[in-house]
Each structure stands twice: as structure tokens, then as C-alpha cells.
């Protein structure tokens, strides 16, 4: 079984920082790629960023690219999302998602619970 679980959320001003963390664990062989996603109140869930295994490859949404860092520890299968310059609009719940394959050599997609993030005076 695998596990996936963010956490680091929270309240904070415009103009703030958070950093995220996605943790994954269980019987993991390899992680191939590690996905940021978010859902606003009212509004579909929408990719943020992504991460190759490694951190060898990465890309940005438009709007949070130059203000959003999404890096990678493979040896702890720990991905973070340090989120500066935060705007209101960025409130939502952050989801985290590991394409990885198990001990067993299957490959899967896991989403962790989302852990939320509000940006408010």
C-alpha cells in the first residue's frame, strides 16, 4: 500500500509565504513524477506544478509561475511547494499527486487529502 499526505497549510497575509509538503510512503520502488494540483471554493480542481523524480524536470501553471518553487527530496520521497508573493486568489486546497511504482512494479497514480491554504487580511 501507498500513502500520500500533505501538509503545511494554513492562514496568511497577501504577500506571504507557505511551504508545502507532500510525503509519500509504503511500499515504494521508485517515484516517476509528483504533481502539485488545487481546488478553489466553487471551481475545478486545477494543475499547479510538476516534478520529475529527481527534480530534473519541472514546470509551472502561468499563474504561479516566477512566485511558486516546486522542488523534490527523493532519497525521503518528499516533494515541497514553496508558495511566495501569495495573492488571495491563490486560497484553495493544495492536493499532491505521486505517479510512482510499487515494490511490486505496478504503477500507480495516489492523491493525497489536500491540505488548505487561505490567503486573507
Known sequence: QV???ESGG???Q???SLRLS???S???FRI???DWYRQAPGKQREWVATITSGGGNTNYADSVRGRFTISIDSAKN???LQMNSLEPEDTAVYYCNAQLTTTA???LGVWGQGTLVTVSS
Open 105 to 107: 512494479r505496478s504503477i
Open 78 to 80: 518528499t516533494m515541497y
Open 22 to 24: 507532500c510525503a509519500a
Open 32 to 34: 516517476n513524477v509528483m
Open 26 to 28: 509504503g511500499s515504494i
Open 10 to 12: 494554513g492562514l496568511v
Open 3 to 5: 500513502q500520500v499526505v
Open 14 to 16: 497577501p504577500g506571504g
